[in-house]
């Protein structure tokens, strides 16, 4: 038992010193990746002794390190949105985009956009999105909770969701068609997912609504671990399960509709992120899945953003171009092996 606790203890350092230096390799090609070629050497003068010229320092400080930033903060964010609606739903193919939460939250943000925006609410902009994308994601979760309960089979559920999907788009297009020229190419750059455009600004936004979350789930890995053996289990172990679920999907939803609101939707980060890290760890343990699902999702998404600016430059791709490229597999992956009776 000892050998076996010490081989899991160093199989899991491993996964996290690979995990930490992607994200190192990410941050650091993704400062120097770009139009403008700076050296490496005068980047870390600029990012640690203010050094270079004023062009260097915007390029660095106005556009580069926000979009890293933002890259790793929403990647997590959406990897850990998807472990806890896997949690919830004890399905492994629940992820915001999947199911149409994500959907939900654009048509709420494209309400928003539209409707609210370009009048009285300009000014509180950010704070706008990120609510409406809240409040957008937690009527979709409300609708697949009404009928999931009936529902016996775990494609039944994907079916459900995608179905959600798109009736939240074709609101979404119905509210397109009452919008000005300016509002729809605003809206269809941002709706096809991209990292581009972001500051500093939207960083600590993002940050005092992401880090809370993230501690708070962190908190709840031992109920969570609980959860994970059944209702009956977990009330077993002093869970109290009719306040635990409530606090998933309001943690799930909190976590997905930042991604939406500055973002846009993005794919299958939620569902394929949290079960390559399962199967890297080898472990189902909440207190190791959680973090690793956050810092596997930052260095996921942050590649698949250097190759959306690089793979056809100078044009850009759309991010879930990217995302769908590497993440549709995985998940198609997930539904064969199951369907063959392999374990996940």
């Not at 635990?244 to 569902?271: D, K």
């Not at 690089?310 to 590497?326: D, G, H, K, Q, V």
């Amino acid at each position: 038992m000892r050998a076996e606790s010490f081989s899991r203890i160093v199989r899991a350092s491993k996964i996290f010193l690979l995990l930490a230096f992607l994200c190192l390799a990410a941050a650091v090609l993704s400062l120097y990746a770009g139009r403008t070629q700076i050296p490496l050497g005068r980047i870390l003068r600029i990012v640690f002794f203010q050094d270079g010229s004023v062009q260097e320092r915007t390029i660095i400080f106005k556009i580069r390190l926000p979009r890293m930033l933002m890259a790793m903060l929403l990647g997590g964010a959406l990897s850990l949105s998807g472990f806890l609606l896997q949690t919830y739903f004890q399905n492994p193919i629940a992820g915001p985009f999947v199911l149409g939460i994500s959907s939900g939250a654009k048509m709420a943000v494209a309400f928003a956009l539209i409707v609210l925006v370009p009048h009285r609410f300009a000014a509180a902009r950010p704070w706008l999105l990120v609510a409406a994308s809240f409040i957008g994601a937690l009527l979709s979760t409300s609708l697949i909770l009404l009928v999931s309960g009936r529902l016996h089979h775990n494609t039944s559920l994907l079916v459900v969701g995608i179905m959600i999907g798109y009736i939240t788009s074709a609101v979404t297009d119905l509210l397109i068609t009452f919008a000005n020229d300016a509002d729809i190419v605003n809206l269809h750059s941002w709706s096809t997912g991209s990292f581009s455009g972001m500051s500093m600004d939207d960083f600590s936004i993002c940050a005092m609504l992401i880090i809370p979350a993230l501690v708070l789930t962190f908190l709840l890995a031992k109920p969570i671990g609980a959860y994970r053996l059944g209702e009956s289990y977990a009330q077993s172990m002093g869970v109290n399960v009719r306040l635990f679920r409530p606090l998933l999907i309001l943690l799930s939803s909190l976590l997905s509709s930042c991604v939406t609101a500055f973002a846009g939707p993005v794919s299958f980060v939620g569902i394929a992120v949290p079960f390559l890290v399962k199967q890297c760890m080898g472990s189902a343990e909440p207190l190791l899945l959680i973090p690793a699902c956050f810092i596997g999702g930052a260095a996921f998404c942050s590649y698949c953003d250097l190759a959306a600016r690089l793979l056809l430059a100078p044009l850009e791709m759309n991010l879930s171009t990217i995302t769908s490229f590497f993440g549709a597999p995985v998940v198609i992956y997930m539904l064969v092996r199951r369907h063959s009776g392999g374990k996940l």
